[in-house]
């Protein structure tokens, strides 16, 4: 365990301040808009510091990006519904226990079935086709969404050709690659095909797999073979590992030490030790703590690792619990 003390305080405070920016983000940002939303918010909700008062007109705003077709924008500009802003979007609903009783779910599923490839890949939007975009990562969003969506519909996404797609982007490496056809296995991409083949029903060839992970561990973790350690891929290849209910082969001293060296004195997480904030390594940087035997000690709440969302959250989205009050 790291010397390195828990910054909880100011990682609270971060959090809370990339939220109140959102409103007044530059407009280059606001496709990822909802995106930095759902980071912030779930890094609060790991801290157990998600104030939910006030929370109505954030449930408004994101309702207010749902599009006629079934997704979700990814911000309020008009635009195409977008797979990753869907899957965001779905993702930050839950975290502010919004009543789900306006999700469309029928229309989300008519939304992944128009994203989806004759190769079972998925397009980030039904007007975006084209394969070069339809990676691993939008498989994820889907299949996360297609569990959501599933609960009140019977028709389904091709889930066969959907799992095939994912197998064929595994490399000789024994991991997964972005697409078929691409030579290098990446963390993240490992990650997004692991997890989507366990929503799918899919296996995954665990000790390959697992062996590349666990290689890819200095103290932190790389994303591939020569590359420097970065927050994020503890949560990647982590998260990939505990997927695979691998995770007690992480070196998790190391791990943390490496995560609580990257904290910003300001709150937040950099990918590395000295690099400034972003929300999206810091709110992986505490999945990443949340998946580790760390997490009681540093006051952080469980995740399930294949839904990168706490349990009681995951079963809230499902439908499986009801509205707080
Ligand atoms: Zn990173």
Known sequence: MSQRTFKRNAHIGYFKRCLSVLPQAAEEHD???VTI??????GLELLGALDRTGRDGWIEWLWNLQEADG???GSPIPGPAHLPSTYTALCALALLRAPLDRLDRRGLMRFLRA??????SFSPSPRMPGAFQNDTRMSY????ARAVA???ETEDIDVEKARAFLTRCRTWEGAYAARPGVVEAQGGTTYCAVAALNLLGGVADVGETTRWLVQRQLGGFQGRPGKLEDVCYSFWCGGALATLNQ???VNSPANTSFILDAQS???GFGKAPSDFPDPFHSYLALAALALTPAREELGLKAIDAVWNLPFDVRDYLMGSAGPSQ
């Open 141 to 144: 969003c889907a299949a996360v």
């Open 71 to 73: 997704g979700f924008r």
């Open 37 to 42: 939303a759902f980071f912030s918010l779930a």
């Open 31 to 33: 496709v990822n808009r």
């Open 247 to 249: 995770a007690e082969l």
């Open 150 to 152: 599933l609960g009140g």
């Open 115 to 120: 994203c989806q490839a004759e190769d079972g």
């Open 265 to 267: 004195p300001i709150g």
